[in-house]
């Protein structure tokens, strides 16, 4: 047996993967750059929810609140 059958098979293997997965992020890649060109105001939209502070948790009144349930009155 050839000692390098295990390393041939395995660059057989390995190639064809790496070819693929290379060219699925290249197709990928493409076409987010074409969406960027497409719509560039919602990059900017993007870029700025990131830097958005989050919505304060609404809080309950307090018990000196003006507002008073129409049956309570």
Excluded: C
């Excluded at 497409?38 to 609140?65: C, M, N, W, Y």
């Amino acid at each position: 047996m050839n000692p390098l059958a295990p390393l041939q098979f395995l660059f057989i293997v390995v190639t064809p993967l790496v070819l693929v997965a290379g060219a699925a992020i290249a197709l990928f890649a493409i076409g987010a750059l074409f969406d960027l060109l497409e719509h560039p105001d919602e990059l900017r939209s993007r870029i700025q929810a990131l830097f958005r502070q989050p919505v304060a948790a609404p809080k309950t009144p307090g018990k000196d609140h003006y507002y008073k349930p129409y049956w309570a009155r």
